[in-house]
Protein backbone atom coordinates (compact mmCIF):
# COMPACT_ATOMS: atom_id res chain seq x y z
CA UNK A 1 0.00 0.00 0.00
CA UNK A 2 1.31 3.24 -0.67
CA UNK A 3 1.29 6.46 1.77
CA UNK A 4 0.64 8.64 -1.26
CA UNK A 5 -2.74 7.25 -1.97
CA UNK A 6 -3.60 6.47 1.33
CA UNK A 7 -2.60 10.26 2.07
CA UNK A 8 -5.45 11.08 -0.64
CA UNK A 9 -8.15 8.97 0.40
CA UNK A 10 -7.18 10.39 4.26
CA UNK A 11 -7.54 14.04 2.42
CA UNK A 12 -10.97 13.30 0.96
CA UNK A 13 -12.52 12.06 3.94
CA UNK A 14 -11.12 14.89 6.03
CA UNK A 15 -12.79 17.62 2.93
CA UNK A 16 -15.90 15.91 2.53
CA UNK A 17 -15.43 15.21 -0.98
CA UNK A 18 -13.05 14.68 -3.90
CA UNK A 19 -13.19 18.08 -5.48
CA UNK A 20 -12.06 20.08 -1.58
CA UNK A 21 -9.47 17.80 -1.59
CA UNK A 22 -8.16 18.44 -4.99
CA UNK A 23 -7.57 21.87 -3.52
CA UNK A 24 -6.41 21.12 -0.14
CA UNK A 25 -3.41 19.31 -1.71
CA UNK A 26 -3.01 21.06 -5.28
CA UNK A 27 -4.33 18.41 -7.23
CA UNK A 28 -6.99 17.87 -9.81
CA UNK A 29 -10.09 16.59 -9.04
CA UNK A 30 -9.00 13.42 -11.56
CA UNK A 31 -5.90 12.71 -10.18
CA UNK A 32 -7.53 12.28 -6.58
CA UNK A 33 -10.27 9.77 -7.47
CA UNK A 34 -7.66 7.93 -9.55
CA UNK A 35 -5.79 7.61 -6.61
CA UNK A 36 -8.45 6.50 -4.64
CA UNK A 37 -10.02 3.60 -6.88
CA UNK A 38 -6.26 2.70 -6.80
CA UNK A 39 -6.27 2.28 -3.35
CA UNK A 40 -9.70 0.27 -3.07
CA UNK A 41 -8.11 -2.13 -6.01
CA UNK A 42 -5.15 -2.76 -3.53
CA UNK A 43 -6.92 -2.79 -0.98
CA UNK A 44 -9.83 -5.11 -3.11
CA UNK A 45 -12.65 -3.59 -0.91
CA UNK A 46 -15.10 -0.53 -1.56
CA UNK A 47 -13.84 2.38 0.59
CA UNK A 48 -15.97 5.22 -0.62
CA UNK A 49 -19.84 5.54 -1.42
CA UNK A 50 -20.38 8.19 -3.83
CA UNK A 51 -24.32 9.41 -2.95
CA UNK A 52 -24.80 12.42 -5.29
CA UNK A 53 -21.88 15.16 -4.74
CA UNK A 54 -21.28 13.32 -0.99
CA UNK A 55 -18.84 10.26 -0.22
CA UNK A 56 -19.59 8.39 2.73
CA UNK A 57 -17.18 6.33 4.11
CA UNK A 58 -18.10 2.43 3.83
CA UNK A 59 -17.51 0.18 7.09
CA UNK A 60 -14.04 -0.66 4.97
CA UNK A 61 -13.70 2.58 4.86
CA UNK A 62 -13.86 3.93 8.12
CA UNK A 63 -11.30 1.09 9.48
CA UNK A 64 -8.78 2.16 6.48
CA UNK A 65 -9.14 5.51 7.63
CA UNK A 66 -8.88 5.13 11.15
CA UNK A 67 -5.44 2.67 11.30
CA UNK A 68 -4.40 5.56 8.07
CA UNK A 69 -4.11 8.12 10.15
CA UNK A 70 -2.06 6.59 12.59
CA UNK A 71 0.17 5.07 9.37
CA UNK A 72 0.94 8.58 8.19
CA UNK A 73 1.26 10.04 11.40
CA UNK A 74 4.10 7.70 12.00
CA UNK A 75 5.28 7.54 9.08
CA UNK A 76 5.59 11.73 9.73
CA UNK A 77 7.53 11.07 13.37
CA UNK A 78 9.78 8.11 11.58
CA UNK A 79 11.32 11.03 8.80
CA UNK A 80 11.81 13.72 11.16
CA UNK A 81 13.45 11.30 13.52
CA UNK A 82 15.69 10.50 10.29
CA UNK A 83 16.07 13.77 9.78
CA UNK A 84 17.07 14.61 13.71
CA UNK A 85 19.23 11.66 13.17
CA UNK A 86 21.17 12.66 10.00
CA UNK A 87 21.43 16.28 11.53
CA UNK A 88 23.08 14.38 15.03
CA UNK A 89 19.97 15.97 16.96
CA UNK A 90 19.56 12.16 18.06
CA UNK A 91 21.56 9.28 17.59
CA UNK A 92 23.27 6.24 19.51
CA UNK A 93 26.81 5.88 19.42
CA UNK A 94 28.14 2.55 20.79
CA UNK A 95 32.38 2.96 22.29
CA UNK A 96 34.54 -0.07 24.08
CA UNK A 97 37.36 1.86 25.79
CA UNK A 98 40.13 0.17 27.40
CA UNK A 99 41.14 1.05 31.16
CA UNK A 100 44.74 2.04 29.78
CA UNK A 101 45.11 5.27 28.33
CA UNK A 102 41.21 6.20 28.25
CA UNK A 103 41.49 8.80 30.53
CA UNK A 104 44.33 11.11 28.80
CA UNK A 105 42.95 9.72 24.81
CA UNK A 106 39.42 9.68 25.06
CA UNK A 107 37.76 11.35 27.93
CA UNK A 108 38.73 14.88 26.54
CA UNK A 109 36.85 13.80 23.27
CA UNK A 110 33.94 12.21 24.43
CA UNK A 111 33.24 15.56 26.67
CA UNK A 112 33.64 17.67 23.35
CA UNK A 113 31.23 14.98 21.80
CA UNK A 114 28.63 15.48 24.47
CA UNK A 115 29.13 19.51 24.01
CA UNK A 116 28.45 19.47 20.32
CA UNK A 117 25.62 16.58 20.22
CA UNK A 118 23.98 16.71 23.14
CA UNK A 119 21.26 14.41 21.81
CA UNK A 120 23.41 11.79 20.40
CA UNK A 121 23.39 8.96 23.54
CA UNK A 122 26.81 7.57 24.13
CA UNK A 123 26.69 3.77 25.22
CA UNK A 124 29.91 3.14 26.80
CA UNK A 125 31.59 -0.61 27.39
CA UNK A 126 34.97 -0.76 29.41
CA UNK A 127 37.30 -3.98 29.02
CA UNK A 128 40.62 -4.84 28.35
CA UNK A 129 41.72 -4.48 24.32
CA UNK A 130 41.39 -8.29 24.15
CA UNK A 131 37.90 -8.31 25.06
CA UNK A 132 36.60 -5.58 23.22
CA UNK A 133 38.43 -7.03 19.81
CA UNK A 134 35.53 -9.67 20.25
CA UNK A 135 32.77 -7.52 21.16
CA UNK A 136 33.46 -5.43 18.28
CA UNK A 137 33.77 -8.54 15.97
CA UNK A 138 30.04 -9.38 17.37
CA UNK A 139 29.03 -6.13 15.92
CA UNK A 140 27.81 -5.15 19.65
CA UNK A 141 30.05 -1.79 19.48
CA UNK A 142 30.88 1.00 16.83
CA UNK A 143 34.44 1.41 18.23
CA UNK A 144 36.52 0.29 20.13
CA UNK A 145 40.07 1.25 21.07
CA UNK A 146 42.63 -1.30 20.42
CA UNK A 147 46.16 -1.63 19.88
CA UNK A 148 47.53 -1.72 16.60
CA UNK A 149 48.57 -3.28 14.41
CA UNK A 150 45.01 -5.81 14.11
CA UNK A 151 43.15 -8.63 12.84
CA UNK A 152 42.94 -7.44 9.15
CA UNK A 153 38.79 -7.59 9.64
CA UNK A 154 39.54 -4.06 11.15
CA UNK A 155 40.06 -0.77 9.83
CA UNK A 156 41.84 1.66 12.22
CA UNK A 157 42.67 5.26 13.41
CA UNK A 158 45.82 6.03 15.23
CA UNK A 159 45.47 7.98 18.61
CA UNK A 160 48.70 7.58 20.27
CA UNK A 161 52.06 5.87 19.38
CA UNK A 162 54.27 5.66 22.86
CA UNK A 163 57.16 3.24 23.89
CA UNK A 164 56.56 1.07 27.07
CA UNK A 165 58.78 1.37 29.85
CA UNK A 166 60.10 -0.70 32.39
CA UNK A 167 59.27 0.23 36.01
CA UNK A 168 61.85 -0.64 38.72
CA UNK A 169 61.99 0.25 42.41
CA UNK A 170 63.96 3.40 42.81
CA UNK A 171 67.13 1.12 44.50
CA UNK A 172 66.94 -1.30 41.54
CA UNK A 173 70.39 -1.62 40.28
CA UNK A 174 68.99 -1.32 37.11
CA UNK A 175 66.80 1.84 37.64
CA UNK A 176 69.50 3.67 36.67
CA UNK A 177 69.94 3.29 33.77
CA UNK A 178 68.67 5.13 30.42
CA UNK A 179 67.80 2.38 28.60
CA UNK A 180 67.02 -1.61 28.58
CA UNK A 181 66.06 -4.76 27.08
CA UNK A 182 63.72 -6.98 28.23
CA UNK A 183 66.41 -9.84 28.57
CA UNK A 184 67.75 -7.94 31.21
CA UNK A 185 64.58 -8.42 33.31
CA UNK A 186 64.81 -12.62 33.18
CA UNK A 187 65.53 -12.26 36.76
CA UNK A 188 63.30 -10.13 38.51
CA UNK A 189 59.56 -11.14 39.16
CA UNK A 190 57.11 -9.63 36.74
CA UNK A 191 54.13 -7.27 37.12
CA UNK A 192 51.18 -7.29 34.26
CA UNK A 193 47.90 -7.17 33.79
CA UNK A 194 45.32 -9.59 33.32
CA UNK A 195 44.89 -11.94 30.30
CA UNK A 196 42.22 -9.65 28.91
CA UNK A 197 44.74 -7.23 28.20
CA UNK A 198 46.80 -6.73 24.88
CA UNK A 199 49.85 -5.25 27.04
CA UNK A 200 49.73 -9.09 28.68
CA UNK A 201 50.52 -10.60 25.62
CA UNK A 202 52.70 -8.10 23.93
CA UNK A 203 54.83 -8.42 27.23
CA UNK A 204 55.20 -12.03 27.38
CA UNK A 205 55.85 -12.70 23.44
CA UNK A 206 58.73 -10.35 23.75
CA UNK A 207 59.85 -12.31 26.85
CA UNK A 208 59.36 -15.56 24.48
CA UNK A 209 61.35 -14.02 21.74
CA UNK A 210 63.56 -12.93 24.20
CA UNK A 211 64.11 -16.61 25.54
CA UNK A 212 62.77 -17.06 28.76
CA UNK A 213 59.70 -17.09 30.65
CA UNK A 214 59.30 -14.41 33.25
CA UNK A 215 58.32 -15.68 36.73
CA UNK A 216 54.54 -13.85 36.88
CA UNK A 217 54.44 -12.27 40.68
CA UNK A 218 50.76 -10.40 40.18
CA UNK A 219 48.17 -10.01 37.67
CA UNK A 220 46.45 -6.49 37.76
CA UNK A 221 44.15 -4.11 35.79
CA UNK A 222 44.82 -1.32 38.11
CA UNK A 223 47.34 0.31 37.08
CA UNK A 224 48.13 2.36 40.80
CA UNK A 225 47.80 -0.93 42.60
CA UNK A 226 50.66 -2.23 40.36
CA UNK A 227 52.85 1.05 40.58
CA UNK A 228 52.42 0.41 44.47
CA UNK A 229 53.46 -3.29 44.55
CA UNK A 230 56.94 -1.80 42.39
CA UNK A 231 57.46 0.65 45.22
CA UNK A 232 57.52 -2.34 47.35
CA UNK A 233 59.76 -4.17 45.74
CA UNK A 234 57.82 -6.39 44.36
CA UNK A 235 59.20 -6.49 40.93
CA UNK A 236 58.89 -5.00 37.42
CA UNK A 237 55.79 -3.65 35.33
CA UNK A 238 55.58 -2.25 32.14
CA UNK A 239 53.41 1.19 31.16
CA UNK A 240 53.03 3.56 28.28
CA UNK A 241 55.80 6.46 28.66
CA UNK A 242 52.79 9.02 28.88
CA UNK A 243 50.69 6.59 31.74
CA UNK A 244 53.79 6.07 33.73
CA UNK A 245 55.06 9.82 33.56
CA UNK A 246 51.31 11.08 35.11
CA UNK A 247 51.79 8.48 37.71
CA UNK A 248 55.18 9.75 39.21
CA UNK A 249 55.88 7.57 42.27
CA UNK A 250 59.09 8.71 44.47
CA UNK A 251 60.27 4.97 45.15
CA UNK A 252 60.04 4.00 41.10
CA UNK A 253 62.41 4.20 38.32
CA UNK A 254 60.83 4.51 34.80
CA UNK A 255 63.51 3.24 31.97
CA UNK A 256 62.80 2.81 28.33
CA UNK A 257 62.62 -0.50 26.57
CA UNK A 258 64.73 -0.84 23.14
CA UNK A 259 63.25 -3.89 22.66
CA UNK A 260 62.09 -4.05 19.39
CA UNK A 261 58.20 -4.08 19.42
CA UNK A 262 57.61 -2.90 22.71
CA UNK A 263 55.37 -0.22 21.11
CA UNK A 264 52.10 0.87 22.61
CA UNK A 265 49.72 2.35 19.78
CA UNK A 266 46.86 3.23 20.73
CA UNK A 267 43.93 3.17 17.78
CA UNK A 268 39.94 3.56 17.75
CA UNK A 269 38.80 0.66 15.35
CA UNK A 270 36.00 -0.39 13.32
CA UNK A 271 34.71 -3.36 11.95
CA UNK A 272 36.06 -3.36 7.97
CA UNK A 273 32.79 -2.26 5.62
CA UNK A 274 30.36 -1.76 8.27
CA UNK A 275 27.90 0.88 8.13
CA UNK A 276 29.37 3.82 9.89
CA UNK A 277 25.84 6.01 11.18
CA UNK A 278 26.60 10.02 11.37
CA UNK A 279 27.44 9.89 14.93
CA UNK A 280 30.35 7.54 13.79
CA UNK A 281 31.46 9.32 11.87
CA UNK A 282 31.39 12.54 13.77
CA UNK A 283 33.05 10.85 16.55
CA UNK A 284 35.84 9.95 14.24
CA UNK A 285 36.27 13.41 12.86
CA UNK A 286 36.33 14.81 16.24
CA UNK A 287 38.83 12.23 16.99
CA UNK A 288 41.09 13.14 14.56
CA UNK A 289 40.22 16.82 15.47
CA UNK A 290 41.50 16.24 18.90
CA UNK A 291 44.83 14.10 18.42
CA UNK A 292 45.46 14.22 14.97
CA UNK A 293 46.35 10.70 13.70
CA UNK A 294 46.50 8.49 10.65
CA UNK A 295 43.95 6.31 9.04
CA UNK A 296 45.54 1.93 9.11
CA UNK A 297 44.34 -1.54 7.75
CA UNK A 298 46.29 -4.41 7.99
Not at 35 to 42: P, R
Not at 122 to 136: N, T, W, Y
Not at 219 to 229: G, T, V
Request: hydrophobic share 45%; glycine share 8%.
Amino acid sequence: MEFRTLRVFVEVVRQGGFSQAAKAIFSTQSTVSKAVKQLEDELGVRLLDRIGHRSVMTAAGEVVYRRGIKLLAERDDLLAELDEVRGLKRGVLRLGLPPVGSSTLFAPVFARFRQRYPGVEIRLVEHGSSQLEAILRAGDIDFAGLLAPMSEEFDWQVVRSEPLVALLPVDHPLASRPTLDIAELREMPFIIFERGFTLNRMVLDRCREAGFEPLIAAQSSQIDFMIELVAAGIGVTFLPRMIAAQRHHPMVSAVELTTPGMVWRMSMAWRRGAYLSGAARAWLDLLGEVHGGEAGQA
